[in-house]
């Protein structure tokens, strides 16, 4: 892998050859510096070059939907939970959720409503859902038919790694949806992404809090303090302005 797909879209395009090229000559040495510049730029869009208009804001709305798809999957991955819930049958542990929703909601790109467009949307949907889809089908049928309910060790593992490989990709294709709709939508304006970066930060910094387990407390709450450092990045470059 080339050191400079670690970094955002916008500076691999601009620096991406003079980074790999920097990297070659330095060798395995330059990669902590390598590692960390990477991550400071994640946290720092306003340092981003744009050579095209709205790439900053497609790129950190894209980024935030994978935040969310990566929670979504820890979550799961610790429930059920008494003491984290996401239902209206349980509203005090599941507050956590409202101003994840509400950031979802407002980062998430509009497509404009011309017949054209929301076709190539519903094209672009159909193309990348398909093949999730089936395998969530396929998950579900083996669930319902009741055939391997005490299945042996090895048939069992399968399934538990057919399971999370399902959700993983599952998640990895809706971001690559939001990603290809965001090309022809209406990108949320700097201040609604700040405050979409804002409420889930929240959200999941809650959630953090709730969440007693050794693995997802702290990868929520690093998830967490990133969307918060971004918003307070993209908030200091709109006072600029």
Known sequence: MKASALYPPAVRERWGTEIDDALRDAGLRAWPDTLAGAARLWLH?????????????RTV???????????????????????????????????????????AALAAPLPPLHWSVLRRLALETVRTLTAPALAVLAMLLIARTGTLQHPPAPVAAALFAYYWATLVFTAYRLCTLIARAARTAALPSTRRLTAALALTGTGLAAAAAQTATITATPALAALALTTLLTAHDLAKGALRL
């Open 45 to 57: 869009p306003t340092d981003w070059p744009e050579p095209r208009t709205g790439q900053t804001r």
């Open 61 to 103: 709305a894209v980024a935030l939907f994978a935040v969310l798809a990566l929670s979504t999957l820890l979550l799961r991955a610790v429930s059920p939970s008494a003491a984290l819930t996401a239902d209206t049958n349980h509203p005090a542990t599941s507050v956590w959720l409202v101003p994840v929703l509400l950031g």
